[in-house]
């Protein structure tokens, strides 16, 4: 749940961001669901499973009862035999289920218990026995499938179904036994020894009784529907705009309805829509055999591979920060590069492997950025230093090689990385005749490391909202001066170089190309010529703000109003579509879609642009171009973007669709094949130039994108869980951007 209220009003201005003015987040703990998984061989055939009043957990299996072992969040356990009762293990144990809370099995001679002293032990004189269900005072109904046969005492009593019976359940308000068949729902009387069909329909799969046993949930192959109790009758239409219609299993637990199918599980929330949980970022497997309410609260969904137990644990948003910060601490620190884990087999955490990847300086300024954030907003010792460790990481990139003001993509001890050629034919003579560079990795001065160039547009965003933030925000002069003195550099560096990164072999880096020539070559509606323009005024200005060297003034100016820089920053984002019939082909290539990357690029480097603009027309000019753009992207509930678009203290910028982000972050950061498109419960639309494919965005936790830079409404990625992202760029930063900004407030109660 989200809490508003009322902010205070302040006006921005020439350095820092202005106060948001629409309210405060108060983070008071909300529920996060996370998964436990625990997974086995197929050949074991898992069926059920259940938990007792003491918290054990049985599975029933094609071989034997077997229990869950070991397992953690990130860290999945296995599915091992029980043999806690050693003499369970030498019965043909054909069923399991709870009675008063405690285990009951069916064998081929009895139901029977451990519990209760071992005292319940009755036996049913039905061999092929396989299912059951308790009634009042130890009075159980059992079945073959074909026979009903009521066991109490000496009391006894048999009646053919006439049907395939599916499943069993003791309705305590009627005192009687709810059977399901295939085509039927009937009822056992055990007074009378009567069974009596009540309701006909064809292909049901499963049912569960709900709402204090005064309705009964029936799944079917394509949906479900409920009967009412009192009189049979069906109420309402069969619900069919489900995740997966082929329904496999259903349980009310905790007054909520969840739904086990084919394709995963879900449970339906108040306002009639469903929290989905499928991939193995929640089960082993997506073919759910069974649902049970688990202990201390979590839900026990056994599949084919094994066993999921979902888990809710209440905590704020500073507690999932404490998480997150853990993850990147423990697992994607490299060199002091903030990093993506990679190489990892079927998502398992002890293969993890740190490699350098192409945009370690941007995923690194994100991070630093996020630590900074938090250090301002906590006084926090320990991230004032993660802030320093990333920032002398990045600094590194400068100093590796010896061309002045140029930074690296990364850096790796020498003969890890193979200096393979990297020529990709459709870039051939793009920027100038010849150009076919071939190699980015090279060894440095010092021989004992290697570093990589080509370094693009998007790491010098990068850089510069990294050194950009150290320079003003830092408390440390020593530090904001290094800060300041890389701004500088670089800045020389791409404005003395004719706005042109200049890589090791003297030329220009293929997308590190600022100048009017590059820019203004493109179509109007091309999103490279507004994006590379707001960038580098952007730049510019930051440069000359913290440095007041006037050839950086000069050059902008130049750009914002003889070069139409300003007229090219200002053109609104629904302007910006395909090129054009008559393009060339490059600008065809770069607009066959929305370029997600390019947001990214754009609201980062919004933290120069509108902070340290010339004057306060232009601020007012960046302030409307800014809220374009974020108009744009406000169906994505991005809570980096909205934060961004909230620096300049915007009077509205969707808080609680932020926090919904946020708190909706699945902390399995690992990157599973998810695939969404076969739901039934979406509104589908035709995809167009941004790659729309829902008219509502889906959470974090159930789509396959959760970087920034990517397609949020892409619903379908075989990523195989071989790496793992950092939160350190997706979550940490605009968590800590949002505490920093004060629309997120420190914990109710720590």
């Known amino acids: 749940m989200v809490f508003i209220v009322a902010g205070v009003s302040a006006a921005c201005n020439n350095n820092k961001p202005g106060k948001p003015l629409s309210g405060v987040h108060i983070d008071a703990p909300f529920t996060q669901d996370y998964s436990i998984k625990y997974y086995t061989d197929a050949a074991i055939d898992p069926r059920k499973s259940f938990s007792d009043r003491n918290g054990v957990i049985k599975i029933f299996t094609g071989k034997g009862l077997m229990q869950p072992f070991g397992g953690e969040l990130l860290y999945p356990g296995t599915v091992v035999p029980d043999d806690t009762y050693r003499p369970m293990t030498k019965k043909n144990i054909a069923g399991i289920g709870l009675h008063d809370n405690q285990f009951v099995f069916i064998d081929d001679k009895a139901v029977l218990s451990n519990a209760w002293a071992g005292t319940l032990h009755t036996v049913h004189q039905m061999a092929d026995a396989r299912m059951f269900a308790g009634g009042e005072d130890f009075g159980f109904v059992v079945s073959n499938g074909k026979k009903l046969r009521y066991i109490k005492g000496e009391q006894t009593g048999e009646v053919e179904t006439n049907s395939d019976v599916i499943d069993l359940v003791y309705d305590k308000l009627q005192k009687k036994f709810l059977v399901l068949s295939s085509g039927v729902v009937g009822i056992y009387d055990p007074q009378g020894n009567r069974y009596t069909p009540v309701f006909h329909k064809d292909s049901l799969t499963c049912f569960a009784l709900s709402k204090g046993n005064r309705e009964l949930v029936i799944g079917t192959t394509n949906g479900y529907f409920v009967l009412t109790t009192a009189d049979w009758q069906q109420k309402g239409e069969i619900h069919r705009k489900l995740p997966s219609n082929k329904l496999t299993a259903v349980a009310e637990i905790n007054n909520r309805l969840w739904f086990g199918s084919d394709h995963g599980v879900f449970m339906q929330r108040e306002d009639g829509k469903f929290n989905y949980y499928a991939s193995q970022r929640w089960l082993p497997s997506d073919d759910v055999k069974h649902i049970a309410r688990g202990p201390e609260g979590t ?74 954030f ?60 010849g150009y076919d560079y071939s190699v980015s990795w090279q060894q440095a001065e010092n021989p004992e490391w290697d570093w990589r160039g080509a370094s693009s547009s998007d790491q010098t965003v990068g850089q510069m909202f990294a050194l950009t933030l150290m320079a003003q925000y830092m408390d440390d002069e020593g530090l904001k001066n290094r800060a300041i003195a890389l701004i500088d550099g670089l800045m ?256 109710e109660n720590k």
């Open 492 to 747: 020389s560096h791409i404005v003395d170089n004719n706005l042109r990164l200049i890589d090791s072999n003297g030329k220009p880096t293929l997308w590190g190309i600022w100048h009017p020539e590059y820019v203004n070559r493109f179509p109007e509606r091309i999103g490279d010529r507004k994006l590379y323009s707001s960038n580098i005024i952007a730049f510019l200005q930051t440069a000359w703000h913290f440095t007041k060297k006037e050839k950086y003034k000069t050059i902008a100016d130049s750009l914002l109003y003889q070069a139409g820089y300003l007229e090219n920053l200002m053109r609104p984002v629904s302007e910006i579509g395909r090129a054009p019939e008559e393009a060339d082909g490059w600008s065809k290539t770069l607009s066959a879609e929305w370029n997600h990357s390019d947001d990214e690029m754009y609201f980062l480097a919004y933290w120069g642009l509108y902070p340290y603009a010339f004057n306060d027309s232009l601020r007012t000019l960046y302030r409307e171009t800014i809220k374009d753009h974020w108009d744009f992207e406000r169906n994505e509930k991005d809570a980096l973007w909205n934060f961004c678009y909230a620096m300049t203290g915007a009077d509205s910028f969707d808080l609680e669709e932020s926090i919904w982000h946020l708190q909706e972050m699945p902390l399995d950061m690992i990157e599973w094949s998810v695939d969404n498109s076969r739901r039934n419960d979406l509104e589908y639309i035709t995809p167009g130039f941004r790659g729309e494919t829902t008219t509502e965005v889906l959470p974090p936790d159930e789509r396959p994108e959760l970087k920034h830079n990517r397609n949020v409404f892409n619903l379908k990625r075989d990523a195989g869980g071989r790496s793992e992202l950092g939160a350190g760029d997706t979550w940490l930063l605009p968590y800590w951007m949002g505490r920093y900004l004060g629309v997120i407030s420190a914990p």
């Open 299 to 372: 839900v026990l969904v056994t599949t084919g591979l094994g066993l999921g137990q979902i888990h809710f644990r209440e905590m704020t948003l500073e507690a999932k920060a404490a998480f997150y910060d853990k993850q990147v601490r423990q697992r994607h620190i490299r060199y002091g590069l903030y990093c993506d884990v990679t190489d990892l087999q079927n998502g398992n955490l002890a293969t993890t492997q740190l490699k350098p990847r192409d945009s370690d300086n941007l995923w690194t300024g994100m991070y630093l950025g996020s630590q900074l």
């Open 374 to 433: 938090r250090y301002l907003a906590t006084g926090s010792r320990e991230a004032k230093q993660n802030c320093v460790e990333a920032f002398e990481a990045m600094e590194r990139l400068y100093t590796i090689h010896s061309i002045p003001g140029y930074f690296g993509r990364s850096f790796e001890r020498h003969g890890t990385i193979p200096f393979r050629s990297e020529y990709r034919h459709y870039l051939k003579d793009y920027w100038y005749p």
